[in-house]
């Protein structure tokens, strides 16, 4: 029997009431998702308030906090102000104007780089510089950016070899440099900070010599594709064969494509299309279903290890990033895999029998980075839960009464005298990152460095 205009009427509208109530029902779910999520970022901060203030407490002025003995921790014997100068933009992303303005304040007064000590060059590149550089564009204070190109100035004889490679200490007051043997990480993880100094001063040599570098790395890769584990930069030889993604080659491969992004660089752009195929290829390796990243020869393509830990977990990240979410999901699941054995990840894992090679975990932020980075992409409320044990876990095993302490083993949790500054720089951001509204930073118009310090994209 044909139905009448009423009983028509009638269909449409349950339909209409029931789509109405799908769209009330996900809008519920939606205000009590985000009203969840800012009460976890609330938490973040009052965690990393605690482990700030016992910083403040017990090591003001130096680099870094010993959170078990409550001493001060200089690296090279007297204070760069590491984790303040790391620290600041995690400051003022929280709003945390007080102590953000007392940070800022001892930087501008404290920090000199006219001392006579040999400083990796790599790792004041990415901690020092980007944190200078990075504050500078939240805040528009000159001083920050002053202070980023005498730094740059002191760090640029690094690069007198005769490849243009980086050398891997330079001595901030006489510009000597030392050790040669280096890695593709050190050579090839600096575009991002001495480009974006390059920028804002208008000095290209900041940035030809720091392109130099991760063209000369990329320029010795093997016949298939691949880099090494270390190389030497006088004479441009491998010394290691071992490739990955690991630490030592990681952030190798991140500026490649994250050059691309800031600057809109099409040689870098290319080389990520010419790398990631290759990665893919050889170092890619699915056991028992499951997406994990090994080691293999850089020659030959065999496989030499199968091993992955805390330094890998960075890959989704980069995957996602890239335009690759398939992989970047399963690779992720493997990572949250590896956390969950111990409820900690360990520095690294054999992945093919599960058995843990390195325990200590050094609250390391790459795992929470590609979680975040995930849910940016997805917006699948799985990663924020995902991100919540983690930081259930984090706080569980790591808080100490002196701010938030490494573990010298996952297995027993036993805790080690050690917070270095990427903690308060990069872990605890991307932890308050994941549930902060997304107004907080607008992902899309800034690129992070290594060290998790967004650099505004203006050029």
Same mark, same amino acid.
């Given at each position: /029997? ?25 809008? &519920? ?8 999520? *800012? ?5 973040? %901060? ?11 407490? !017990?090591?003001? #002025? ?14 090279? #014997? ?30 501008? %007064? ?5 001392? @006579? ?21 939240? =805040? #528009? ?27 891997? !200490? ?56 691949? $880099? ?9 030889? +491998? =010394? ?11 952030? !190798?491969?991140?500026?490649?494509? %994250? &050059? ?7 040689? &870098?752009? @290319? ?6 195929? $290759? ?12 997406? +994990? ?36 999901? *399963?690779?992720?699941?493997?990572? $949250?895999? /590896?956390?969950?054995?111990? #409820? ?9 029998? /599960? ?15 590609? =979680? ?7 917006? @699948? ?16 095993? &790591? ?10 083993? $996952? =297995?027993? %949790? ?46």
């Amino acid at each position: /029997m044909p139905l009448t205009t009423k009983g028509k009427f009638v269909i449409f509208a349950l339909r209409l009431s029931s789509v109405l109530l799908a769209v009330f029902l996900t809008s &519920c779910n939606r205000v009590r998702e985000d009203a969840h999520a *800012r009460h976890v970022a609330a938490r973040v %901060k009052v965690e990393f308030l605690h482990a700030w203030h016992n910083y403040e407490r !017990y090591a003001w #002025g130096h680099d870094a906090l010993r959170p078990l003995s409550k001493t001060p921790h200089d690296w090279y #014997g007297q204070s760069l102000l590491m984790t303040p100068v790391d620290a600041l933009d995690t400051l003022i992303l929280m709003k945390l104007d007080s102590e953000a303005g007392e940070t800022k304040a001892l930087i501008v %007064k404290d920090l000199s780089f006219d001392r @006579d000590i040999y400083v990796k060059n790599f790792e004041v590149t990415i901690r020092l510089l980007g944190g200078l550089l990075s504050s500078y564009q939240l =805040t #528009g204070d000159q001083r920050l950016l002053r202070l980023a190109e005498i730094l740059g100035n002191r760090l640029l004889p690094a690069f007198n070899s005769p490849t243009g490679l980086p050398y891997v !200490y330079v001595n901030l007051l006489t510009g000597q440099a030392r050790d040669p043997v280096t890695n593709p990480a050190e050579t090839g993880t600096l575009l991002l900070e001495f480009g974006t100094l390059s920028k804002l001063t208008g000095r290209h040599e900041f940035y030809d010599k720091a392109k130099r570098a991760l063209v000369e790395t990329y320029k010795r890769r093997s016949p298939l594709g691949l $880099v090494g584990r270390s190389i030497n930069v006088e004479t441009g030889t +491998w =010394t290691e064969t071992d490739s990955h993604v690991s630490g030592g080659i990681d952030s !190798y491969y991140e500026y490649l494509w %994250k &050059c691309w992004l800031l600057f809109g660089d099409e040689e &870098c752009r @290319d080389m990520w299309n010419a790398s990631i195929p $290759v990665i893919n290829k050889y170092l890619a390796d699915v056991t028992h279903g499951e997406l +994990w990243y090994g080691h293999a020869d850089m020659y030959t393509g065999v496989r030499t290890e199968t091993s992955y830990g805390a330094l890998d977990a960075f890959f989704p990240a980069l995957l996602a990033l890239s335009g690759d979410l398939q992989r970047a999901r *399963r690779l992720q699941a493997s990572s $949250v895999k /590896m956390w969950n054995l111990q #409820g900690v990840e360990p520095e690294i894992l054999d992945y093919k029998t /599960m058995r843990v090679i390195a325990g200590a975990y050094h609250l390391r932020p790459e795992i929470v980075e590609s =979680t975040y980075y995930l849910y940016h992409f997805t917006s @699948d409320g799985q990663y924020r839960r995902t991100g919540e044990k983690l930081f259930n876990d984090f706080v569980k095993y &790591c808080r100490t009464d002196g701010g938030y302490a490494a573990l010298a083993d $996952v =297995t027993t %949790k036993q805790q080690r005298d050690e917070m270095e500054s990427f903690a308060l720089a990069e872990t605890f951001k991307y932890f308050y990152l994941l549930f902060a509204p997304p107004r907080t930073l607008d992902f899309d118009k800034i690129v992070f460095n290594t060290e998790a310090h967004p650099l505004r994209r203006t050029w």
